[in-house]
Structures are given as C-alpha cells and as structure tokens.
C-alpha cells in the first residue's frame, strides 16, 4: 500500500526556517516524481514544485523559487521541502503529493501538514 | 499563465441530487484535467484525472467530462460521504489548480 506520511506540525519565528518531510513507502521511491503543495487557511491549493528523486532535478513555480527548497534522501524514501525567511503568508498546510506522468495527476497525497509562522 | 474558473464556488444540495461542478480554463490544455476530493479532515484524494477517467476505488456516481476549456464533475446521486471540498487541477508544463467548490447538505 502506498502511503505517504509527513511530519508533524511546526511553529516558526519571522524570519527564520522550517524543514517538514515526507516519508514514501508501499512503492519504489526513486521511480515516481514527488510535489509539494500549499493550502493557506480557508484557501485553496498552490502548486509549488516537484522534484525527482532519482536525479535530485526540482522545478518550482515562480512565486516559491524564492521561498522554497526541495530535496530527497533516496536512502530512508523521504521527500523535504524547506521553507526559509519566514513570513505570515507562510503560515499554510503543507502537502506532498506522488506524481504519475501518465496522465499528470497527483495520485497519493500526504496527509499534510500545518507550518504556523508566529513571534 | 493559465486562470481556471471553477463554478460555484458553493453548492447546497441533497442527498440522491444529482450536482455538476464546473470548471473553465484559460487555454486549450488537451484534456490534462483532474478532479480531487478534499474532506474535512483534510484528506486529499484523486477522483478523476485526464477528464474523464475514474480513479480506481472511486464509487461510478462519480464521472468528468470537457474538452478544450471547458470541463465538469458530475455526481449522479448524492451520498452522505460527497459533502466535502472539489477542486479541478489542468496540467499545461505546470499544475494550477481551481478556486473550489464547497459541497453542502441543504
């Protein structure tokens, strides 16, 4: 079974950096491509970037190629993305999510997690 | 940059209704279009990707259709379950997704 298992929640100062990940199991972690998503609160989803394990090759959507940094640690099948010089338009469930190029969808979502940006 | 106009952006309705979500995009994306369910817990699930094909486990009630820069979800009759959030995701070198549409029990 596919199961894609993020970590818990984090609080981050202003300023700062927080790191989450997702840990892929159920599958070949290098064969499939894995994206990240944002949900800020009462919002809708954002696409922010991909990046295949395999070759560690990443794209990011224009608004995030600034914000935020997307890596894999194929030896333990797990995804990160960092966030860095925190703000409150952060503050943001956090979604990973396997990429199938069949079809391009996202096929097996993580169960997301909440970054909350305070002082 | 592709927009997509997801249609409404709320939807009262009852059980054994029969509901149709909307989506319209930009610029023809030659179908790249996908359907996801998002329940109240959270959970983000796959239901129909590439316009009109079923994700396997999806109950058939579920169905998509469209073409060029106009596409559509359609419940044949409403569940308990299907109350939840609806977003429409086009794929054209990169992914966007639709505003949303709240499913609510009238």
């Known amino acids: 079974e596919v199961q894609l298992q993020q970590s818990g929640p984090e609080v981050g100062r202003p300023g700062s950096s927080v790191k989450i990940s997702c840990k892929a199991s159920g599958y070949t972690f290098t064969d499939y491509v894995m994206n990240w998503v944002k949900q800020s609160p009462g919002q809708g989803l954002e696409w922010i970037g991909w990046?295949?394990?395999?070759?560690?090759?990443?794209d990011y959507a224009e608004k995030f190629k600034k914000k935020a940094t997307l890596t894999a640690d194929t030896s333990s099948s797990t995804a990160y993305i960092q966030l860095s010089s925190l703000t409150s338009e952060d503050t943001a469930t956090y979604f990973c999510a396997r990429y199938t190029t069949d079809y391009y969808y996202f096929d097996y979502w993580g169960q997301g997690v909440m970054v909350t940006v305070s002082s | 940059d592709i927009q997509m106009t997801q249609t409404p952006s709320s939807m009262p309705a009852s059980l054994g209704e029969r509901v149709t979500i909307s989506c319209r995009v930009s610029q023809g994306i030659s179908n790249y279009l996908n359907w996801y369910q998002q329940k109240p817990d959270g959970t983000i699930k796959p239901l129909i990707y590439?316009?009109?094909n079923l994700q396997s486990g999806v109950p058939s009630r579920f169905s998509g259709s469209g073409s060029g820069t106009d596409y559509s979800l359609t419940i044949s009759s409403l569940e308990p379950e299907d109350f939840a959030m609806y977003y429409c995701?086009?794929?054209?070198?990169?992914?966007?997704f639709g505003g949303g549409t709240k499913l609510e029990l009238k």
């Open positions: 995701q086009q794929y054209d070198s990169s992914w966007t």
């Open positions: 590439y316009t009109s």
């Open positions: 990046i295949d394990p395999e070759y560690g090759s990443t």
